[in-house]
């Protein structure tokens, strides 16, 4: 039986597919599986021993359709279900299906008139059920994440003053309504007394090189310095992860890492909050403006706040990550 599991982007989503590939490969050990990808995210999968092959979503749509055709499909396990699916499963024709629900209307009506009709299900689970007619259950392990060992991070490149343990703190998000206010983030980082390394994207250097202006000593300030695997080992080094809805959230729960987790214009309820697995003792905590009107406002988020006040994020309770954090690193 021959594979092809689809998820083009980005960083979460695809981290939350993996118990799919881990499930399917115990339940059929002599499969092929195959991933298709975008470039950018192939690394996240070259590393993963449950796939056979990885095929990449490239410049030239025509010839990727014409080298999926010659692998010749026995099934096709479509989780990201868009109109490029669609155009990839009717050229495979005669190859059997199984899409993954987005719920899409669920997710208008949650967003535009606060209707909230989404099943209380992780998007892991429903991922899982795409499977269900192969017999493939939960193993309850949890998302898995690989970092190869020559992608591991050097003692050497690290401050002395964190070799003995820091917190690590996610300041970028994929727009930036998901992402606390740069002077949020500097009265979190003057208020807890440890260790800090600060996580995100070339994008973010900047506002991280402000943050660490707070204290030099205490903040290292990562961001862009990192490629994603490297990120990802900083993150299972760290004793903590405080992180916006974002990638490295999820990766620091496929890393089983204790998480708090800032939520701004997006919600838990949407069903991708962290996930460890029914067999992990790992928890995380949630911090979020409640009982605001407007809050979703998006099923993913904006450059910037529609109604021009950003209150999902202005009025976050710093006090709150910081006494979360300190009950944190007193179980330590």
């Known amino acids: 039986m021959k594979f092809l599991i689809i998820r083009f982007s980005s960083i979460g989503d695809i981290v939350l597919t993996t118990p799919v590939i881990r499930c399917l490969r ?24 449950y796939i056979d092959k990885v095929h990449i979503l490239g410049d030239s749509f025509e010839l990727m359709l014409h080298e999926l055709k010659t692998e010749e499909y026995d099934q096709i396990i ?19 299906s199984f899409s993954f629900n987005k ?14 009709l989404l099943p209380k299900k992780h998007i892991v689970d429903r991922n899982l059920e795409t499977l269900s007619s192969f017999g493939v259950t939960d193993d309850g392990l ?27 703190l996610v300041i970028g998000a994929a727009l930036n309504t998901k992402k606390m206010p740069l002077h949020k983030l500097k009265e979190l980082c003057l208020a807890i007394d440890h260790p800090i390394i600060l996580l995100g994207g070339k994008e973010d250097h900047e506002n991280g090189k402000a943050i660490a202006k707070v204290d030099e000593i205490k ?52 069903g991708m909050y962290p996930y460890y697995g029914s067999r ?22 904006y450059d910037k706040c529609p109604k021009g006040h950003f209150n999902c994020m202005e009025k976050i309770p710093v006090n709150d990550i910081v006494n979360l954090t300190h009950l ?5």
């Open 26 to 49: 115990k339940k059929m050990p002599d499969a092929e599986i195959h991933f298709l990808t975008k470039q950018a995210f192939a690394g996240m999968l070259t590393s993963n021993p």
């Open 78 to 96: 479509d989780l990201h279900h868009n109109l490029r699916t669609l155009r990839i499963k009717r050229f495979l024709k005669g190859v059997p």
């Open 103 to 116: 719920l899409n209307v669920e997710k208008y009506l949650f967003t535009s008139l606060r209707i909230n």
């Open 142 to 168: 949890g998302l898995d994440y690989f970092i190869p060992d020559r992608e591991q991070v050097k003692n050497e490149d690290l401050p002395t003053s964190h070799l003995h343990g820091y917190i690590a």
């Open 219 to 270: 903040i290292y300030n990562a961001c862009g310095k990192y490629s994603l695997h490297e990120s990802a080992d900083l993150v299972r080094r760290s004793k903590l992860v405080i992180t916006h809805d974002t990638g490295l959230m999820h990766i620091a729960a496929a890393l089983q890492k204790p998480i708090i987790s800032v939520w701004g214009n997006t919600v838990p309820a949407f």
């Open 280 to 301: 992990s003792q790992q928890h995380y905590d949630v911090v979020q403006v409640s009982q605001l009107w407007c809050r979703p406002c998006s099923k993913i988020g």
């Open 328 to 332: 944190h690193l007193k179980r330590k």
